[in-house]
């Protein structure tokens, strides 16, 4: 999926734009001009064909990731579709929006760290 480099590399997508079409992720700066791209790549979209930022991953059925030593993801899940974690409903993911980088730095190294531990 050429979504995992970017989902590897939580500290650097937290200054990436994220704009999602078809699964591609825009790879330009946070707030950048002009239409969205992923870089490497000729596919460029504006805001207008963007994927909406609910997940179409949400309710797919999942189980709860495995937890680092200090408890993350605290039973969330990985969705697969954004690589966000997601709070289980029943066995499925509950409605979320994709992943679009951690919110604190905190967040980001735990991230990276289970991604280091669990990752592909
Ligand atoms: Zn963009
Ligand atoms: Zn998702």
Redesign the pocket.
């Known amino acids: 999926m050429s979504n995992r480099p970017i989902a590897q590399l939580p500290g650097a997508a937290r200054m990436l734009c994220l704009s999602r079409r078809d699964g591609e992720i825009c790879t330009r700066r946070a707030g950048h001009l002009g239409l969205h791209n992923r870089t490497g790549s000729s596919i460029l979209w504006s805001d207008v064909n963007a994927d909406q930022p609910r ?1 179409p ?2 309710g797919s059925a999942a189980t709860p990731a495995p937890r680092l030593a200090d408890g993350y993801p605290n039973g969330l899940a990985l ?1 697969p ?2 690589f ?1 974690f ?1 709070a289980l409903d029943v066995g499925t ?1 509950s409605e ?1 929006d ?2 679009r980088g951690d919110a604190t730095r905190e967040e980001a190294d735990q991230r990276r760290e289970w991604m280091n531990s669990h990752g592909w």
């Open positions: 997940c991953g949400s969705c579709v954004c966000a997601v993911l979320h994709s992943w």
